[in-house]
């Protein structure tokens, strides 16, 4: 965008990064000497201190005589300290103003301001301006992500007068500490309704929440019975199944066919809380439908890379749709040739997808609409 196509208000007007005060680099103190490091009082910034807007501590801290011996430089507080080479500068331009004296590394740089600059100012300013700087002002060709410093001396952002400058940082400060406040109380409503949701799912499973209706239903079937009906009806589908298979080939079953068939495992319940009356205890291998490929993993390693996927097709489920309970998130697909190739690992509608690493434990069950 260009500085003409880019109102400003009255009194104000653009200036250049370089016309604001004077830029220092940084560098490292001597590894070999651990006597600049041992007992160092100096912080000494990095990009991994560049997490604040507001600093005040580093992780690493130098002596003065670390500072004499080396590159760096010691810069007053109030500077306005940026990350120049860092694998953050992908996505991120980290800006800081220190509240103590620091010095830097030789992936920083430091402006110490000139007269009537406030160094929040520009550092708000270069923060609403991060994304375009980054893309104009970033090296190519590098093996890790920097700023082309020459170029980005050359920027132009906005300035007001002091008095405006210092009363724009005022607003700022006062709407961002009400906006983090605004954060820290949804994360603790987050947190709050996570335990909620915990502590409701238990009593669902304990049949807690339904104790008054199974007071008033009574003639309900009892779960035992229902798991019954289930695994006899399995069982019927299995040997109708091995029928027809026989018959297919023209043979007569062999006298004890049916002793081939593999009851499920129930689960052992020496060690399991009582349940309801009506109740029973169930593990997945007794309520998976009789079917192949019931219970399944998705597939792995050269199955399935990202060199398979479409733009359009049949969509891919993985663990982006778990965690975030959204069966519609995101857009990988594979065409019908890829998808019959893979087709033991489908889902259909209705079916439960768990996340088995990384975040353990989540759940999705695909509603209707899914693509199959």
């Known amino acids: 965008m260009s500085m003409d196509s880019r109102q400003l208000p009255e009194r104000w007007c653009w200036a250049i990064i370089r ?14 000497h651990p006597e600049f490091w041992e007992q160092g009082t100096i912080p000494w910034i990095s ?32 500077s306005l300290l940026m990350v120049v080479r860092s694998g953050i500068l992908r996505h ?27 160094p929040e100012y520009i550092a708000y300013a270069l923060m609403r301006y991060s994304n375009e700087i980054l893309q104009t002002c ?10 082309e410093f020459p170029l980005f001396r050359e920027y132009q952002i906005p300035l007001a007068s002091t008095s405006e400058q210092q009363r724009i940082v005022e607003k700022l400060d006062e709407l961002l500490t009400n906006l983090d406040a605004g954060v820290a109380a949804l994360e603790r409503v987050k947190s709050n309704l996570k335990r909620f949701q915990a502590s409701v799912l238990k009593a669902a499973v304990e049949g807690r929440l339904t104790e008054r209706w199974r007071e008033e239903h009574t003639d309900v079937e009892p779960a035992d019975e229902l798991l019954k009906r289930i695994l006899a009806e399995r069982r019927r589908k299995w040997e109708e199944e091995k029928l027809n298979n026989y018959e297919a080939r023209g043979k007569n079953p062999p006298k004890y066919w049916r002793d081939k068939y593999k009851e499920p495992l129930p689960p052992d ?92 434990g989540r759940l999705l069950i695909l509603p209707d609409d899914v693509v199959p």
């Open 19 to 32: 016309e604001l005060g004077e830029w220092f680099g940084g560098g490292t103190p001597s590894k070999n």
């Open 92 to 118: 991120t331009l980290p800006i800081a103003v220190n509240e103590v004296p620091v010095t830097l590394n030789q992936d920083m740089k430091g402006l110490v301001p000139g007269k009537g600059i406030v």
């Open 269 to 360: 319940t020496s060690n399991l809380p009582s349940l309801p009356k009506g109740w029973c205890w169930a593990n997945i291998d007794l309520l998976a439908a009789h079917e192949a490929n019931a219970i399944k993993a998705g597939p792995f390693g050269s199955s399935l890379k990202k060199s398979c996927f479409e733009s359009d097709g049949y969509k891919v489920y993985g663990q982006e749709q778990v965690i975030r309970n959204d069966p519609y998130y995101g857009d990988y697909y594979i065409n019908e040739k890829k998808y019959n190739e893979l087709i033991s690992c489908s889902v259909k509608p209705g079916d439960i997808l768990i996340s088995l690493v990384g975040t353990i």
């Open 47 to 78: 990009p991994k201190d560049m997490k604040v807007s507001k600093l005040t501590v580093a992780t690493d801290y130098i002596t003065e005589e670390a500072v004499r011996a080396s590159s760096t430089t010691l810069l007053g507080s109030k």
């Open 138 to 147: 970033s090296k190519t060709g590098t093996t890790v992500n920097s700023i």
